[in-house]
């Protein structure tokens, strides 16, 4: 192709693929993303490094340790984000 793929591309893509339904790997991987409902009950790593308590931490092993700190989580939020993330893969790609 003389340009890159754009998003009426994809979604032609898309269409065409539904023709056959769920038995092709790409039809799985080009499903648009559901919306998201539910917000993770912890911060990400991306939060964490560009919440303004990193940022102003000097020092390798000083924000190794805040982001070790930061990031962990106890057993309810691990039993939590089992709740939450149940069935994406049948959602996702209908199996």
Known sequence: ????????????????????????????????????????PIPTIEELIYCENFLEIEG?????????EEAKVTTNVIHVMADLTKGQRETLCGI
């Open 1 to 40: 192709m003389s340009r890159d793929p754009n998003k009426e591309d994809r979604m032609f893509l898309f269409s065409r693929l539904q023709h056959y339904g769920k038995f092709t790997g790409l039809w799985c991987i080009m499903t648009p993303e559901p919306p998201s409902t539910n917000s993770v």
């Open 60 to 68: 390798l092993q000083s924000q190794i340790a805040y982001i070790q």
